[in-house]
C-alpha cells in the first residue's frame, strides 16, 4: 500500500523532534574533515509547501513548527536548516529530512535517498536533481542492505517509514539487526509515531533487545485534531554519537516549553 504522502504532516510536532535531531547529528559529523555517506531509506519529495491546501487542511504545521520555532536559538542547526530551506524554495516551505541533510553535508560526502512511492519520488527526483543525490525509486530496506557497508563508511542513516503497513512494527528490529551487522559503525536513527493503543511497544522491547546500549528519546504531546491517534513521536539511536543525549534532553525541555506563551521582545 502506498498512499501515504507527508505533505498533509509536514512540519507537525513529531518532524521538529526528528529533523532537530537530524540537524545537530549532520553538524556534530561535518565539523571533522572526513567525508561521510547519508542514507534515508523512507525520503518523501524532499521539500514541502505548508501553504498548501494539504498542509493547511491538517493544521499540524500551524501546531508544530509554527510554534516551536521560536523554543530553537538561531545558531541552532535547525534553524540554519530552516532559514536556508526558505532563502531557496520561498517563505512557506518546510525543509524535509532530505533538504536537511543535503544542506547540512558537503560536496565529499555521499547522499543516498530512497522513496518509493511513484509521486513522490517524481517530487523528490525534480528538487534532489541539484543535490548531487542519489535518488533510488525502491524498497528503502532494500537499498539500505545493497548500499551497506557503504564508501565512506563513517555516516549515518535515517530510518523514517510511514508505519502504514502494521508490519513494520514487527520487521524493523530485523531490519536494524542486519543492517548493524553490515555497517557496525554507522549511526541508525529509527523515527517512530507514539499512538494510542501504544503499538510501538513490542518494537521497542526487541530494538532495546538487540541494542542495549542504544539511545530511546521521546516526546509527548496532544493530538492536534479530534480523532488523531498520534500522542507523541520517538527516535531509537543505534551508536549515538557523543554529545547526542545531552542535546535531545535540551530538546525534550523545549517540548516542554510548548504550552507556555511566547516572550515578548
Partial sequence: ??????LYHAGNLADVQ???????????LTRKDKPLTYIET????????????EAVKTGEAAAGIA?????????????????EARATYGPMAYPGSPLIAA?????????????LHP?????????????GAHVHQQDGFELALALTPPTPRRGLMLI????????????????????????????????????????????LKALETAFPEGLRHEVRFPPVREGHRME??????????????????????????????????
Fill in 160 to 203: 523514517d517509514p510511514s508505519y502504514e503497513v502494521k508490519a513494520d512494527y514487527e520487521t524493523i528490529p530485523r531490519h536494524m539487526a542486519n543492517i548493524q551487522r553490515k555497517w557496525n559503525v554507522g549511526i541508525l536513527i529509527l523515527w517512530y509515531p507514539i499512538l494510542k493503543g501504544g503499538a510501538h511497544g513490542p518494537m
Fill in 232 to 265: 507523541g513521536s520517538g527516535l531509537f539511536v543505534v551508536n549515538p554519537p557523543y554529545g547526542l543525549a545531552e542535546e535531545l534532553q535540551a530538546l525534550t525541555s523545549r517540548f516542554a516549553r510548548l504550552s507556555k506563551p511566547a516572550m515578548k521582545p
Fill in 42 to 53: 523512507h525520503a518523501g519529495r524532499g521539500v514541502y509547501d505548508l501553504g498548501a491546501d
Fill in 67 to 83: 510554534l516551536a520555532e521560536r523554543l530553537f536559538p538561531p545558531d541552532h542547526p535547525y534553524r540554519h536548516r530552516l532559514d
Fill in 18 to 28: 526528528k529533523h532537530a535531531a537530524l540537524a545537530w547529528v549532520l553538524d556534530y
Fill in 1 to 6: 500500500m502506498l498512499s501515504y504522502q507527508h
Fill in 103 to 115: 544542506l547540512g553535508l558537503r560536496e565529499t560526502d555521499s547522499l543516498h535517498l530512497a522513496e
Fill in 119 to 131: 509521486q513522490e519520488a517524481t517530487h523528490l527526483k525534480a528538487v534532489a536533481k541539484d543535490w
